[in-house]
């Protein structure tokens, strides 16, 4: 599966943004999809995951109650509606598929990467 993200872009503290990723190709809906970012300088880290079906999500601490992850398998699509931004939510944001059977955080575990969306957040 290919995976484009897109919805980056400029914001001042406290403000919101969406991001999205469109997969190409017919089983989209047979991967769980994840969101991980990479902060200037720091290691790639996990942000939030979904199931192939969409009710089950996980969240990292740093983002719980201010993000939330969505998908739509028709569109062959999964968001991160990213609201209460902080300048340290700045980074680039990658979506990524997994195609294995349990719910993982590493990155090793995932096999399809978008190529990224910058969010700069302003204080």
């Known amino acids: 599966v ?9 914001v001042q503290a406290g403000g919101s943004l969406r991001l999205s990723c469109a997969a190409s190709g017919r089983s989209f809906s047979s991967y769980v ?4 970012r990479q902060a200037p300088g720091k290691e790639r880290e996990y942000v939030a995951l979904i199931s ?4 089950i999500r996980y969240y990292a601490d ?7 992850i969505f998908r739509d398998n ?9 609201n209460g931004l902080k300048p340290e939510d700045t980074a680039v944001y ?5 195609s294995g059977v ?6 090793s575990a995932y096999n399809y990467w978008g190529q990224g969306t910058l969010v700069t957040v302003s204080s």
């Open 102 to 107: 349990e719910y993982r955080y590493t990155e």
């Open 74 to 82: 028709a569109k062959n699509s999964v968001y991160l509606q990213m």
């Open 62 to 68: 740093s983002v719980k109650g201010r993000f939330t």
């Open 52 to 55: 192939r079906l969409g009710n």
């Open 33 to 36: 999809m994840a969101w991980f």
């Open 94 to 98: 990658y979506c990524a598929a997994d």
């Open 2 to 10: 290919q995976l484009q993200a897109s919805g980056g872009g400029l």
